[in-house]
C-alpha cells in the first residue's frame, strides 16, 4: 500500500523503514503535520500514518476520504486527537499502538519525579559554573511517601511497581480496578483522598471528556501542601492556567511535565531562534520548580521498534483483507 508518513522525523524514517523491509509498502514520509494546509500530500495515499498532535477532524478525515484514503493509521496509542464519529461515519478504519513499551514512559515519570525532587536540574547548571553550595537543593526521600496514580493500565502499573521497590504507599485513581495493582499491596482511592493524602501524583490516564482538566482548581485546592504533580500522559488533564496558581502560592510543591495542553504550536520543532507566544507556557518555564520535557517519556529504541512494526503490521493486515488486530472501533 501507498503510505503518508505525516510529521516524519529522522527516526521514523529510519525505524518504519526498517519494519517496512519485508512488507515493502510505499512509503512517503513529510516533515509537516496533518492538518487543513497539509491535506494535499495525502492526496492519493490509501493510508495515512500520523502523530499525537496531528489533526484528524471531521472536515480532514472527508478530505482524506475523498483523495482515497481507507485507513488512518496512528503510530501512537492515544486518539483523543481523532473524530472517530465522522471515520465510522466516512467507513474510514482506523488503527493504533495499543501497548509499545510501558517501561519507556514510566521510567521516564520517575526521572522527572526525581529530578523534581532532588532538584538534579538546578545543580546541573550550578556545578557547570562552578557552584558546588547545596543551599536550595534539599529534596525528600521517596520511601515512606504516598503516591497517587491516576490510571492504572499498563504504564501507571509499570510506575506503581517501581514505587512500591522505593518502599511508598501507593493509591491508585482508575474507574476500572486492576487486580495486578491491588496484588502490589496498592489500593484504590477517590480524589478527595488523594488530596488529603498524596505526597506525589502522577498522570497516566487517557484524555477523554471525562478526564479533561481532572487536575483542576477545586482539585488543587485539596492537595496537601507542597505535593508534586508528574504528568506523562496527555496535557489536556491540566489545567495549566489553574496549576500556575497552585504554584504561585505554594499549594503545589513542584511540577514536571512531558505534555502540555497546546503542545501542538511547540514541541517537537526547533524554536531556540524565535520568540515563543504562549505566555502560559512561558510563564510555567520561569518557575525554579517545573521542568518540561517535549513529550519524549516514549522515546526510547524499544519502544519505537514496537510503534513501527506494530503500525506497519496493521497495514499489512488492513491490505491482506484480515481482521485489524488495533483497530478502533469504539465511538
Not at 523534581?116 to 543551599?135: P, Q, V
Not at 479533561?212 to 489545567?239: C, F, P, Q, W, Y
Not at 517545573?290 to 522515546?299: C, D, E, L, S
Request: aromatic share 8%; hydrophobic share 45%.
Amino acid at each position: 500500500m501507498k503510505i503518508a508518513v505525516f510529521s516524519a522525523r529522522a527516526y521514523d524514517r529510519e525505524f518504519m523503514n526498517a519494519a517496512n523491509t519485508i512488507a515493502g509498502h510505499q512509503l512517503c514520509f513529510f516533515d509537516a503535520p496533518l492538518e487543513r494546509e497539509t491535506l494535499v500530500l495525502a492526496a492519493g495515499h490509501e493510508a495515512v500514518c500520523i502523530f499525537v498532535n496531528d489533526r484528524a477532524d471531521a472536515g480532514i478525515l472527508e478530505t482524506l476520504v475523498s483523495g482515497g484514503t481507507k485507513l488512518l493509521a496512528l503510530r501512537c496509542t492515544g486518539f483523543n486527537n481523532i473524530d472517530l464519529k465522522a471515520a465510522a461515519r466516512l467507513g474510514l478504519k482506523v488503527v493504533r499502538v495499543v501497548a509499545y513499551s510501558p517501561y519507556s514512559v514510566a521510567e521516564h515519570a520517575v526521572a522527572l519525579l526525581q529530578t523534581i525532587n532532588r532538584k538534579i536540574h538546578r545543580a546541573y547548571n550550578r556545578t557547570r559554573d562552578s557552584n558546588f553550595e547545596l543551599d536550595g537543593l534539599m529534596g525528600f526521600d521517596l520511601h515512606g511517601k504516598t503516591v497517587a496514580i491516576v490510571g492504572t493500565g499498563r504504564i501507571g502499573l509499570v510506575f506503581a511497581k517501581i514505587m512500591r521497590g522505593f518502599g511508598c504507599e501507593v493509591l491508585g485513581h482508575d474507574k476500572f480496578h486492576s487486580p495486578e495493582f491491588e496484588a502490589l499491596g496498592a489500593r484504590y482511592a477517590d480524589l478527595v483522598e488523594i488530596g488529603a493524602k498524596a505526597d506525589i501524583i502522577s498522570l497516566h490516564c487517557p484524555l477523554t471528556p471525562e478526564t479533561h482538566h481532572i487536575v483542576n482548581a477545586e482539585m488543587l485546592s485539596r492537595l496537601k501542601r507542597g505535593t508534586l504533580l508528574i504528568n506523562t500522559s496527555r496535557g489536556g488533564l491540566v489545567d495549566t492556567e489553574a496549576i500556575v496558581e497552585a504554584l504561585k502560592s505554594g499549594q503545589l510543591g513542584g511540577l514536571a511535565l512531558d505534555v502540555y495542553e497546546q503542545e501542538a504550536d511547540l514541541f517537537y520543532r526547533d524554536l531556540s531562534s524565535t520568540v515563543v507566544s504562549d505566555d502560559v507556557f512561558e510563564r510555567l518555564l520561569s518557575f525554579p520548580n517545573v521542568i518540561v520535557t517535549g513529550h519524549q517519556a516514549f522515546f526510547t529504541r524499544e519502544a519505537i521498534t514496537t510503534i513501527c512494526q506494530t503500525t506497519i503490521n496493521s497495514v499489512t493486515e488492513f491490505a491482506t483483507g484480515q481482521v485489524l488486530s488495533n483497530e478502533i472501533k469504539s465511538v
